[in-house]
C-alpha cells in the first residue's frame, strides 16, 4: 500500500510502512533530528523531529505516514519548541564547543545554528560524568552524550557486539559499557567499529584525529545541516 | 544628538571578547561618531552611571562580579550577554567539576613551583563561588552573542542594528559556540 501525505502544502509520497521521517526525507525536505539515522531502528528519544500531525505534536522519526494526513514541519511554534529542546540538551550536559575537538561537525551543534540558538535559556546542570580514556583508540566523554542510542543500536545491528546500552533513570540515566570492569578497553569494540563513529556529538571520540580540518572547512561552516542532512553524506566529518 | 552610552566590563572573562569588539578595526571610528563609552576597561570611569547598553563579558565566578553584574544591570537599559562564559559559563565552568578547596589546594599549596604555600586570604580579595555561572542565573538578560568569542562581525551586525532601532538578529554564518 502507498498513498500520499502533505507536509507544509506539498504532497509527499510514501509507501506502506514508512514513517513521516522516511517519506520526508525522500521528498528532499529536512526534518530536524538528533536521534533518528537512516537505516537504524528509529528510537524517537531526542523529540527534536516534533511536527503537527493532524493538530497534535508527534514525533516524525516513530509516526507512520498514513494517507492524507496533514503535517506540518515549519512553523513559528515549532521552531520555538525545537530551540527549547536544544536547549535544554545543552545545560544538561557540559557542552563546552570552545574546547570540544568535535566543534564544527557536531550534529548537536549544527542543529543548534540551524535553529538560530543563541543561548541556552535555562540554569545549567554543570554534569559531573568520568571521561571513559581507557581504551587505546577511543574515548568517551560522558558530559556530552545526549541518549540519543545511535552507539548502542550501531553495535548491537551492525557491529553485533552490543558494547553499548543506557542505563538508570530520570537524569541519572547514563551511557554504560558492557565489559565487567565497565570500561571500554575491556569491550569488544574496535577503532573500526560503526558502534565508534556514529556519536552525532563528542561524546565518542576516536583518539588521536582531533583538529585536522581547518576552521573553515569543517562540516557546519558552510552548509547547514539541513542541507548535509538530505545529501546523504557522512555526517561526522572529523574521521 | 545625544551620543548612546555603552559601557562594558570583563567579569570571569579573559578579556578575548574585548579584543574581538576592537577586531571592527576603523569601524570603531564611526561608531565613536554616536556613541561614548561609560564605565569600560577602555575608560577611567570606576562605576557603570545610566547607559543604554551594557556589554558583560564572562561569567560569574566571584563576590565582586556579582556585585559589578548587578550594578550593570541596574544601570543600563539592554544588557548583552557577550561571549560563551557569558553564555554558558564557557571554559572556567570546567572547574565546577571540582570542589572550590581541591581547586584553591591545588593552586596555592599543592601545585609544582608553589612558594610560600598558603591559600590567600585577605579580606581585600573577593571570595570566589563554589561553581562558575552563566551571567543570566544572576540578572535578566536582553540579547545573548555566542561564540568564544564572537567575531568582529557579530558586534558590529548587533550594535548597528541596536544603534538604527531595529531588532538585533544574527544570520546562520555569524552563529558559532567556537
Ligand atoms: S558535543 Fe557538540 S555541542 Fe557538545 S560541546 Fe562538542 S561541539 Fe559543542
Ligand atoms: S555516546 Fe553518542 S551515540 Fe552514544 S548515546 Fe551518547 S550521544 Fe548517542
Ligand atoms: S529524531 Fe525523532 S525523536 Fe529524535
Same mark, same amino acid.
Given at each position: ?239 | ?123 581585600? #580579595?573577593?571570595? !570566589? =563561588?563554589?561553581?562558575?555561572? %552563566? ?5 535578566? @538578560?536582553? $540579547? ?14 548587533? #550594535?548597528?542594528? !541596536? =544603534?538604527?532601532?531595529?531588532? %538585533? ?5 555569524? @552563529?558559532? $559556540?567556537?
Amino acid at each position: 500500500m502507498s498513498g500520499t501525505i502533505n507536509i507544509d502544502g506539498k504532497t509527499v509520497p510514501y509507501r506502506d510502512g514508512q514513517t513521516i521521517m522516511d517519506a520526508a526525507i525522500a521528498a528532499g525536505i529536512y526534518i530536524p533530528h538528533l536521534c533518528h539515522k537512516p537505516g537504524f531502528t528509529p528510537h524517537g528519544s531526542c523529540k527534536l523531529c516534533t511536527v503537527k500531525v493532524n493538530g497534535r505534536n508527534c514525533s516524525a522519526c516513530t509516526f507512520p505516514a498514513a494517507d492524507g494526513q496533514v503535517v506540518i514541519n515549519t512553523s513559528d511554534e515549532l521552531l520555538q519548541d525545537r530551540r527549547r529542546i536544544t536547549q535544554m540538551l545543552f545545560v544538561e550536559g557540559n557542552h563546552f564547543c570552545p574546547s570540544c575537538e568535535k566543534s564544527g561537525n557536531c550534529q548537536l551543534q549544527g542543529v543548534a545554528y540551524h535553529l538560530n540558538m543563541l543561548d541556552n535559556h535555562f540554569p545549567h546542570f554543570y554534569a559531573d560524568r568520568r571521561v571513559d580514556a581507557s581504551h587505546p583508540d577511543i574515548m568517551i566523554d560522558h558530559n556530552r552524550c545526549i541518549f540519543c542510542n545511535l552507539c548502542v543500536r550501531a553495535s548491537r545491528e551492525k557491529d553485533r557486539k552490543n558494547v553499548f546500552d543506557i542505563a538508570g533513570r530520570g537524569i541519572n540515566k547514563r551511557l554504560i559499557v558492557n565489559s565487567v570492569s565497565g570500561t571500554l578497553k575491556d569491550s569488544a569494540i574496535s577503532v573500526d567499529d560503526c558502534a565508534a563513529h556514529i556519536c552525532p556529538t563528542g561524546a565518542i571520540l576516536i583518539k588521536r584525529s582531533a583538529y585536522r580540518l581547518p576552521i573553515g572547512q569543517r562540516t557546519y561552516d558552510q552548509r547547514q545541516i539541513s542541507d548535509v542532512a538530505l545529501s546523504g553524506e557522512v555526517e561526522h566529518g572529523q574521521d | 544628538m545625544a551620543k548612546i552610552k555603552v559601557a562594558t566590563v570583563s567579569l570571569a572573562g579573559c578579556f578575548g571578547c574585548h579584543m574581538s569588539f576592537l577586531d571592527i578595526d576603523e569601524r570603531l571610528i564611526a561608531l565613536l561618531e554616536v556613541a561614548e563609552f561609560d564605565r569600560s576597561p577602555l575608560t577611567d570611569i570606576e562605576h557603570c552611571g545610566p547607559c543604554d547598553v551594557g556589554l558583560i563579558e564572562g561569567g560569574v565566578c566571584n563576590a565582586e562580579n556579582v556585585h559589578v553584574l548587578r550594578e550593570f544591570r541596574k544601570n543600563c537599559k539592554t544588557l548583552v550577554a557577550v561571549g560563551a562564559c557569558a553564555i554558558n559559563g564557557g571554559l572556567p565552568a570546567m572547574r565546577n567539576q571540582f570542589a572550590l578547596e581541591e581547586c584553591l589546594l591545588e593552586a596555592y599549596r599543592d601545585g609544582i613551583g608553589v612558594e610560600n604555600p598558603h591559600i590567600p586570604n585577605d579580606p581585600e #580579595l573577593p571570595l !570566589l =563561588l563554589d561553581k562558575v555561572h %552563566p551571567i543570566h542565573e544572576i540578572v535578566k @538578560v536582553d $540579547y545573548f552573542l555566542p561564540g568564544c568569542p564572537p567575531s568582529a562581525d557579530v558586534f558590529w551586525t548587533f #550594535l548597528s542594528a !541596536l =544603534l538604527a532601532g531595529r531588532e %538585533p538578529s544574527l544570520p546562520y554564518e555569524l @552563529v558559532h $559556540y567556537d
